[in-house]
């Protein structure tokens, strides 16, 4: 049989390792370990921008079995700054692939492991918290554990990391309505993935897509009906640009929709703090409750921070008075975790999971319909 | 909204007997909503007339009717007990259909009985097949093109605008009955026929082929509030055209991308909404073209199924017991998660180990049978196993199948550069069969590519990858240079058992083992968590892996290992997981920590919540010492009871007390004592006791001569077998010369056991409890039919109902005799023959037997419990007034003491042979029930009629029976069919049968059997097949070949006409036919007779 030749080792920053097979890439890689517990769209994940200068820990006993396909890719290259799997592929069977995983990880240069004992690592970061990691394989691993050590505690932290500007495209983009087109809409880029634009398309919304330095007098000069500020990596607590962009959206009562880093900045941007989560929500299983029906729904979900907002009753937007009441619209069933926020006098709403979903459920969907509501209302009042 | 105030007392209905397709899952699922609906603080009333389930336990429902499950008994039941609702989501096909006939009847209307968790409508959209069309096409999916058809004609035009073949699916049936892949006009005919007979509708449904497609189930959940949740996805390896209870199954969904998942599940969330299951789960079954993606619907189950036990095992979600929780008013968001505690049930499980599902066959019960495997299921059990990647799961279920030669094996592998063989060989892998995974993986082995067998047999090539990765571990195995610890931890990570490794490197498995244990390479114990370790479990479930950290928890209270029974088999079935359980009950509450291992996700025993701890592992030597040695490392362990889950703990016994662990109760010693020929006859002989005449041979000559001396006609058996497999009656030396030929090995290892048979003697059943001092006799039961048909399918009577107080008496000593001289410590099972006067002892079975649950229902004592605790050291004398009765015992009860009768359950019309005729249901000594049904009543008429109702055995009120019974027994046939013409009923006989009942002055319609008829008469066939026979008695000859009758009972078990086969049960059924004609039952629960 074909045994792995290349040994690697993963390193914990509290001085945990764990020691595997070389997967992807050989050599070394740093960043911030998280868990993802989601058992399909490994693909979605890889190529998700949140995950820029994270580590990738896929709880799924096997990945890569149907390859890579041609339409999965959630941005224009895989994002992870390194994947650890139990059992790795050794084929791919899917009709629509194109390729497999692992010579994409190699092709990408992107550093993984596989064979370890991803459950033990789950546990462990479950009780111990996020923190940082290194994989390295190869030459890279021959050091010894103490140097490597070192490596990985001399890497920066994702607490006061500001990224957004790292992921997001630095010219504007434009992706038409599909069929009649009914909206336009700046969807600021901080690191989006390709599903959100096109859940917005397909409803017949003009797409402007732009940079994260974007400025609120270049969005006025689009004469968008909505403004929209997507996921991305990265502390919240560091977007100080974006939140006085959205301040000024917010101002101009423009409608407005975030998602996930998009959810953090709304709640920043009416005067609320955000903080760090002890290890995370990723997957695509998270059941939120939407307050306004009482109903539950399967989310897909990737943060690491959330909002410090009262859960219960109105609450008068801290930072500016003329923003009006808040009410926090969905909360996480698992942990009661902000998962929304909605303003009540002004268009303006949010939510921290991902209701484009690309990996995960479709329940969501709906909020971009809520979107369309909020601008339909917002021109009829005007008209 | 939590708990409904409206209601206070809910009707739930169970599965009754163990039958293909609806097995021991629903006493799971049917005691989970039990137990849920008394916690709510509802009344809850059952009826099942399983005894062998936990759900009939007397505790577990507020009044338990062990009846037949039947509209008019349930009308009784209603009628009596008021309930403001009826559950029939949780009790299978049977439940539903049982609530829909209810419905038809206008008795739910009649009562104001409401039907929660489903109703009529939604049971309806579900499950008629046109009907579900339409909703799956408004949902904007696509079914496979299909036309409905309620004549043959409609069935042939249908098939000529489809193309054949064509798939025909009856509506309103379980498991598949009836339906099968039809590929020409004359299989059309044949399949299509007999499935306009199977449906109560008599519809059958035709569907373009889509042999060969991937098929996936997806488990749904839905609450009130419209909050909709996927369960489990599954995938099953075996392409479309196999039954998903047929398919070796996998979980989570390996070969889909996110994008075909979420498209799946979109279609089951808006297919569930539109057929309207009110509340509760239901299953969806897709086809996936693997060429294009096209999603197909295949089908749904608006209930609880047998997946969805599965998938509730598979991935510690509860579906059962949340189904309850939400029929009574709860929405998922409002329950808890069972295992975390602080997360809710609204959310989907995510696992970080992978499940696979082996279905478990039997066909060498009836060799008649075509084993192919088609969309009716066929298989008695399954096995589950976990493991953290596919490998290890296949291999380790494998391995639970209990099976000689049921692992991959890499010895003798086919030459395939030979051309012949190598067709031979792909033909094996493109033809469904149990085998057909062995076909693969050693066609593999043998140098075909994977896209060659996936050409020949359309599993998914990643399976096939996994089935070469094994290959490449056992080539890496066998080629290493030395077995090192890199080796073992290679062949550990892909499933390989010790004895896998050992017979790859020509070495014993002892020193295999040895050589792991010294290199400290041992499994850790993962858990079974819902979330992927996301949230911390609070409920120990448990399945090895050899992964770098574990997850038991240390323990301070001494701890009990109980071994349960494995896959359900015939001959092994539900009656041991129900001892293991009670055993889990009693030694629990005896103060010790219970630790339950098992790999059957049917049971009861494999919830999480019946023992402390559970271990979903296989039931080997390696696999139970690796979680006893993981136990001692967690805290004192007490000992392993081996005796209540069948022969497959029980031959565990003796190596685990050689390895040093502690067995409770009866000891290997006892069990070989009970097992030996030559012992058990010394300990008989001491004991002044007689045995029917036997000898045990190795080889042919020493058969012969052994019968030639004790005198035919002769039983012949492999040993130690269970379930009277490979038994047979030989008449004479021909039939001995046969028998061995072809029925059976025989060897040194594999000795052959003849014993002299009892004609027409009345068999004896005890369930026995000794402790070493007293001896405690459940139950003398009297078996109906005579010795020489298996005690599992014989109908039997408790009390006894013609043993007079002298044979009571021999009986009595006799078993103590035996207790005392084999030395049990716990339960022991004996079976006696009475004739001429004499009393024989046939066998003994150091351990609970299967008949511990009825004689526990009939005479209200937890035998089981009372064995367990014996076996944690506690004594009869003081079970006395507590456990046991404070005196006598199950052989002295009172006149008055309610009739108890078992009546087994058989599954001839599942199996057809080649030609497509179902196979005989002649009854014999190897045992071929699938399950059982208990009757009680006031006498044992009644009680027997119950008996056969509850088997699906109504007996006509009148209308004409056939009979014919051989010479021997003509005799004894005139006072029953006196009576039966006394009662009006019309007889019509063969030849021989009319005269001697003309003799007798009794009028007869003269009929031919087929083979005596000219070309214009009539012969029974016709009349069968007219439906003009209400009943046929076919008694035949034990002497002759029983083919002459053979057309005649396949006819009516084809066509469901009673059919008796036995002179002792036609003489009980007519007892009965008077009951039945002059009354209509009456009911009473079991708490009511204990009152």
């Known amino acids: ?383 | 909204m939590p708990l409904r105030q409206d209601l206070s007392s809910v009707l739930v209905i169970g599965s009754g007997p163990i039958v293909i397709g609806q097995a021991c899952e629903f006493d799971y699922s049917g005691t989970q909503a039990c137990r849920v609906l008394r916690d709510e603080g509802l009344r809850v009333i059952l009826i099942n007339s399983n005894p062998a389930t936990i759900m009939t336990d007397p505790d577990v429902a507020d009044a338990t009717y062990v009846e037949p499950i039947d509209p008019d008994i349930i009308e009784s039941i209603i009628d009596k007990e008021r309930p403001d609702a009826i559950l029939p989501t949780l009790g299978g096909q049977t439940a539903l259909n049982a609530a829909i006939a209810l419905h038809d009847a206008g008795i739910l209307e009649k009562y104001g009985v409401e039907l929660i968790g489903a109703d009529v409508d939604a049971i309806q959209r579900g499950e008629d097949r046109q009907k579900f069309k339409t909703i799956v096409e408004e949902c904007g999916a696509e079914s496979a093109k299909s036309v409905i058809c309620h004549t043959i004609d409609e069935a042939l035009a249908g098939a000529e605008e489809l193309n054949y073949p064509v798939v025909v699916r009856p509506s309103f049936t379980m498991g598949g009955l009836g339906s099968g892949m039809a590929y020409d006009e004359n299989d059309l005919r044949r399949i299509a026929g007999a499935g306009l007979g199977d449906s109560i509708t008599h519809e059958v449904l035709l569907e373009e082929s889509i042999l060969g497609w991937k098929e996936y189930e997806l488990e749904l959940m839905r609450d009130h509030k419209d909050n909709v949740v996927v369960i489990c996805s599954i995938e099953n390896v075996d392409p479309v055209g196999v039954h998903t209870g047929d398919s070796i199954t996998v979980a989570p969904s390996l070969t889909l991308t996110d994008r075909e998942y979420q498209k799946m599940r979109d279609i089951g969330i808006d297919v569930i909404r539109a057929v309207g299951v009110a509340t509760g789960g239901c299953n969806i079954q897709y086809a996936v073209d693997p060429a294009t993606g096209r999603i197909v619907v295949i089908e749904m189950n608006p209930r609880v199924s047998r997946s969805s036990a599965l998938a509730s095992k598979a991935t510690g979600f509860p579906i059962a017991k949340m189904a309850a929780k939400l029929a009574v008013g709860y929405s998922l968001d409002e329950i808890p998660n069972d295992i975390t505690k602080v997360t809710p049930a609204s959310f989907e499980p995510t696992l970080d180990y992978v499940v696979v599902k082996i279905p478990r066959f039997t066909f060498e019960k009836f060799p008649a049978a075509d084993p192919t495997l088609t969309t009716t299921m066929k298989s008695v059990g399954e096995v589950m196993s976990l493991g953290r990647n596919f490998t290890t799961a296949l291999q380790k279920a494998m391995r639970s199948m209990e099976q000689r030669d049921a692992s991959f094996s890499w010895s003798d592998l086919p030459d395939i550069s030979d051309e012949d063989v190598r067709e031979s060989v792909l033909e094996s892998i493109s033809h469904a069969t149990a085998d057909r995974i062995h076909s693969v993986q050693r066609g593999l082995a043998a140098g075909l590519s994977n896209a060659e067998v996936f050409e020949a047999c359309e599993i998914d090539p990643w399976f096939l990858d996994q089935i070469e990765l094994i290959n490449e571990v056992a080539e890496f195995i066998s080629s290493a240079e030395e077995l090192d610890a890199q080796v073992l931890q290679v062949a550990k990570n892909h499933g390989f058992s010790d004895e896998q490794i050992a017979s790859l490197r020509s070495m014993d498995t002892g020193v295999v083992t040895g050589v792991r244990h010294a290199l400290r390479i041992r499994p850790v114990f993962k858990t079974v968590d819902t979330c992927a370790g996301e949230f911390a479990a609070h409920t120990p479930y448990h399945y090895s892996s050899y992964d770098e950290e574990t997850e038991v928890a240390p323990r301070e209270k001494p701890a009990v290992i109980i071994l349960g029974s494995g896959p359900n088999r015939i001959g092994q079935g539900i009656e041991f997981d129900y001892s293991c359980v009670h055993a889990t009950m009693a030694i629990s509450e005896a103060g010790f920590e219970t630790i339950m291992v098992n790999c059957n996700p049917e049971t009861v025993s494999t919830d999480y919540d019946t023992a402390d701890r559970l271990y979903f592992e296989p039931l080997t030597f390696e696999d139970v010492m690796e979680v006893y040695h993981a136990e001692v490392a967690a805290g004192p362990v007490l000992g392993v009871v081996c005796t209540l889950g069948g022969q497959t703990p029980l031959g565990l016994a003796d190596k685990l007390k050689a390895a040093g662990v502690p067995v409770l109760g009866t000891q290997p010693e006892a069990i070989d004592l009970a097992e030996d020929r030559g012992e058990f006859g010394a300990v008989l002989d001491r004991a002044g006791l007689t045995a029917p005449k036997h000898g045990t041979a190795v080889t042919y000559a020493e058969a012969e001569t052994i019968a030639e001396e004790i005198g035919y006609p002769v039983l012949v058996r492999p040993s130690y077998v269970l379930g009277g497999r490979g038994m047979q009656i030989v008449y004479d030396r021909t039939q001995l010369v046969d028998y061995m030929a072809t029925a059976t090995e025989i060897s040194i290892d594999r000795p052959v056991l003849v014993d002299r048979f009892l004609e027409d003697a009345i068999e004896i059943d005890v369930d026995a409890l000794y402790d070493g001092t007293d001896i405690f006799i459940g139950g003398i039961m009297e078996h109906i039919e005579e010795a020489g048909i298996h005690s599992g399918d014989s109908a039997c009577v408790l009390p006894s109902l013609t043993l007079g107080e002298d044979v009571l008496d021999r009986v009595r000593s006799a078993t103590a005799a035996i207790a005392e001289g084999t030395n049990v410590r716990g339960l022991l099972n004996i079976q006696f023959a009475i004739t001429a006067d004499v009393l024989h002892v046939i066998e003994a079975n150091p351990r609970a037997s299967r008949t511990v649950p009825f004689v526990s229902k009939a005479t209200s004592t937890q035998l089981a419990k009372a064995a367990a605790l014996i076996a944690v050291g506690r004594t009869i004398a003081d079970m006395r007034g507590d456990m046991l009765p404070e005196t006598g015992d199950g052989s002295r009860l009172s006149l008055d003491h309610p009739i108890a009768v078992k009546e087994a359950v058989l599954p001839f019309r599942r199996f057809r042979t080649v030609e497509g005729k179902v196979v005989d249901s002649i009854l014999g000594p190897e045992m071929r029930s699938t399950g059982e049904v208990m009757g009680i009543d006031h006498d044992f008429p009644t009680a027997f009629a119950k008996g056969l109702l509850g088997a699906s055995i109504k007996l006509p009120t009148s209308g004409t029976v056939f009979v014919s019974v051989a010479d021997r027994d003509k005799r004894a046939m005139v006072l029953p069919v006196k009576e039966l013409v006394d009662m009006g009923f019309d007889v019509v006989a063969t030849t021989g049968t009319a005269a001697v009942l003309s003799r007798y002055g009794i009028k007869t319609t003269q009929v031919h059997k087929h083979f005596e008829a000219d070309a214009e008469d009539r012969t029974i066939l016709d009349y069968l097949a007219a439906g003009t026979i209400d009943m046929v008695i076919n008694v035949p000859s034990g002497r002759q070949e029983r083919a002459d009758g053979y057309e005649i009972r396949a006819s009516a078990t084809a066509h469901s006409v009673p059919l008796i086969t036995t002179l002792a049960e036609f003489a009980a059924a007519v007892t009965s036919l008077e009951v039945v004609r002059d009354k209509t039952f009456k009911v009473r629960s079991l708490q009511d007779w204990n009152a």
Request: proline share 5%; hydrophobic share 40%; glycine share 10%.
């Open chain 1, 1 to 383: 049989m074909r045994l792995s030749t290349t040994p690697a080792v993963l390193v914990l920053e509290d001085g945990r390792t764990f020691r595997g097979s070389s997967y992807g890439a050989v050599g070394e890689t740093l960043g911030e370990a998280v868990f993802v517990t989601a058992m399909s769209g490994y693909q979605e994940t890889l190529t998700d921008p949140s995950y820029h200068r994270q580590i990738v820990i896929q709880t799924a006993p096997h990945i890569g079995n149907t390859g890579i396909t041609d339409d999965d890719d959630e941005s224009g290259k895989i994002w992870v700054a390194g994947y650890v799997v139990r059992d790795a592929s050794r084929i791919s069977s899917n009709w629509r692939s194109i390729g497999d995983l692992s010579t994409r990880l190699e092709e990408s240069g992107i550093v993984g492991i596989s064979d370890v004992d991803t459950r033990a690592l789950t546990l462990h970061l479950r009780e111990a918290g996020a923190m940082r990691m290194g994989i390295f394989s190869g030459p890279a691993a021959e050091a010894d554990d103490k140097e490597l050590l070192a490596k990985v505690q001399a890497s920066p932290r994702m607490a006061g990391a500001k990224l957004a500007e790292q992921v997001s495209i630095t010219q504007p983009q434009l992706i038409p309505a599909v069929g009649e087109k009914k909206f336009s809409v700046a969807a600021l880029d901080l690191g989006i993935k390709s599903m959100t634009p096109q859940r917005l398309s397909e409803r017949g919304i003009d797409v402007h897509l732009l940079p994260a330095t974007t400025n609120f007098a270049e969005i006025q000069a689009l004469g968008v009906d909505g403004v929209f500020f997507s996921n991305g990596p990265g502390d919240p607590a560091t977007a100080d640009a974006q939140v006085d962009l959205l301040r000024e959206v917010l101002g101009a009562k423009i409608p407005f929709f975030g998602i996930c880093f998009g959810n953090q900045l709304l709640g920043r941007a009416l005067g609320f703090g955000t903080y760090k989560l002890p290890f995370g929500h990723r997957g695509i299983n998270v059941p939120v409750m939407d307050r306004t029906t009482d109903k539950v729904e399967i989310t897909s979900q990737n943060h690491g921070f959330a909002v410090d907002a009262p859960l219960d009753g109105e609450t008068q937007a801290p930072h500016d008075e003329s923003f009006g009441r808040v009410a926090v619209s969905h909360v996480c069933l698992n942990d009661d975790v902000v998962e929304g926020l909605q303003c009540l006098d002004l268009p303006a709403f949010s939510v921290q999971f991902h209701p484009e979903a690309a990996a995960g459920p479709h329940d969501s969907s709906y909020l971009f319909d809520r979107f369309i509501d909020l601008m339909s209302a917002s021109q009829v009042a005007q008209a």
